[in-house]
């Protein structure tokens, strides 16, 4: 069983239909240099037109990026879950499942700025590819011209194709470059669209260490598996997993005893291998495990990011609600509670915060060209009691208020209500009034 690069909601089984070109590879296909954007507002005749990455930063960037703050009537609940979280050292923010929730996006964007600004949070970490953002802080590192599409292009086509998100990648970006915000991603999935540090240049690094004869069938055998480049006829089987890992097992003994690197690079590199190693060793692994092991890989990657940060830090982790909630869905993955938030509680305890997204109505973005109606919300439902007895676009429900909620239905992980004690797996919520679809700018 060949398993792509998916979003939760796929990797969940819930019957997702996800867009493959958002965020997984598209059978051998190289992203283009170039982007079609449709027209934003930064644009003022009625065309599409062809750009490149520089141009639609000089052109079309600055107008999105004139103001981080969430919509004035939402203002409210922000200030509420800054204040909730700013004294955490972790502060998890999910998402459901989908990645489709434009208001919630906004939202998460404003919050981020304000956890920076305002609460000295000094490391940012990503539901996204770790080795893209190691190649990113070494050219950071070394003062290469790096922009806030190279950025964009590390947090990948989960986020960076809709509008509200691009306004936090100069932000994050002047910070990062100021030495202020150190930036990671957590996951090992290979295959994202556009990523072509991780696809090609990470691997040409890696097969370049070994001796001649295996340079040319491990490269091959890389491509093939990353570019789910297989005939129908001969698919994806556990003979081509196995020599993956041979040659996964050849590189790392070679980057062990290559001298020409030493110290933080050769670190680095250790861990983009033994990331890739993860990743393929859960090829074939049922569902349930591989998304706990998915978890367990983006802790371990977590825990390794954290060991490099100064003492006294605070790290926002951005990813889906599954990931990042105290303990996973019951329904989801092993069926035992394991996933992401579930090791970073268990290691810092009240130190960290998890905090979910929910809507009473409106529609959202599920896979390509679907945007269904949120579910109508039960009478007794955390979405229907936060927002009783107000006009407000946006509340934020503490840890006290919703552990008084008690055993409630509530729509956190998915866009479907379940009964949960909801306090046991969150330690915090904003419900809007009305949720919508993420802009696409593609």
């Not at 297989?230 to 698919?235: G, L, R, T």
């Not at 990011?305 to 990042?324: D, G, N, Y």
Request: net charge negative; with cysteine; proline share 5%.
């Amino acid at each position: 069983m060949l398993t792509p690069a998916t979003d939760d909601l796929q990797l969940a089984r819930t019957g997702g239909n996800i867009d493959v070109a958002d965020n997984t590879d598209l059978r051998g296909a190289k992203a283009s240099a170039l982007i079609i954007v449709p027209m934003p507002m930064c644009w003022k005749h009625n065309t599409r037109l062809l750009f490149s990455s520089v141009a639609f930063l000089m052109f079309c960037l600055p107008a999105l990026t004139q103001n981080l703050s969430a919509a004035p009537e939402d203002e409210k609940a922000l200030d509420a879950a800054t204040q909730g979280l700013c004294k955490v050292q972790v502060a998890m923010l999910g998402e459901i499942a989908t990645h489709g929730d434009g208001h919630t996006l906004a939202f998460k964007v404003a919050l981020v700025e304000r956890l920076v600004d305002r609460c000295g949070f000094d490391a940012v970490l990503f539901e996204a590819n770790q080795d893209e953002f190691i190649h990113l802080n070494e050219r950071i590192q070394s003062r290469e011209a790096v922009t806030p599409d190279d950025l964009l292009t590390a947090v990948g086509g989960l986020w960076k194709f809709y509008r509200e998100f691009p306004p936090l990648a100069p932000f994050l970006l002047t910070h990062a470059q100021s030495g202020k915000v150190f930036l990671g991603g957590l996951d090992d999935q290979l295959g994202l669209l556009g990523q072509n540090y991780a696809n090609d240049e990470m691997i040409a690094g890696f097969t370049s260490l070994l001796p001649l004869p295996e340079q040319q069938s491990c490269k091959a055998a890389f491509h093939r598996r990353i570019y789910s480049d297989y005939p129908e006829d001969k698919p994806y089987s556990k003979l081509d997993q196995s020599q993956f890992e041979t040659c996964l097992a050849q590189v790392d003994v070679a980057a062990h005893a290559d001298a020409t690197l030493t110290g933080r690079a050769k670190e680095d590199r250790l861990e983009m291998i033994s990331a890739t190693q993860r990743w393929v060793r859960r090829d074939f692994s049922p569902d349930g495990e591989s998304m706990a092991d998915r978890d367990r890989s983006m802790f371990q990657t977590f825990d390794w990011l954290q060991s490099r940060l100064p003492k006294k830090h605070k790290t926002i982790v951005w990813a889906a609600t599954v990931h990042i909630a105290k303990q996973a869905d019951p329904v989801w993955g092993d069926r035992a509670g394991t996933n992401l938030g579930s090791f970073i509680s268990r290691e810092y305890g009240n130190r960290a915060s998890s905090l979910g997204f929910s809507a009473l109505d409106g529609s959202f973005r599920q896979g390509k060209g679907k945007f269904p109606a949120i579910p109508v919300s039960p009478a007794d439902s955390v979405e229907v009691k936060a927002l009783r007895g107000t006009t407000a676009s946006a509340v934020y429900v503490g840890s006290k208020q919703l552990a008084v909620m008690g055993t409630r239905p509530g729509a956190f992980f998915y866009h479907s209500y379940q009964t949960l004690g909801w306090s046991k797996f969150l330690d915090g919520v904003v419900v809007f009034r009305t949720e919508h679809p993420p802009t696409d700018m593609r």
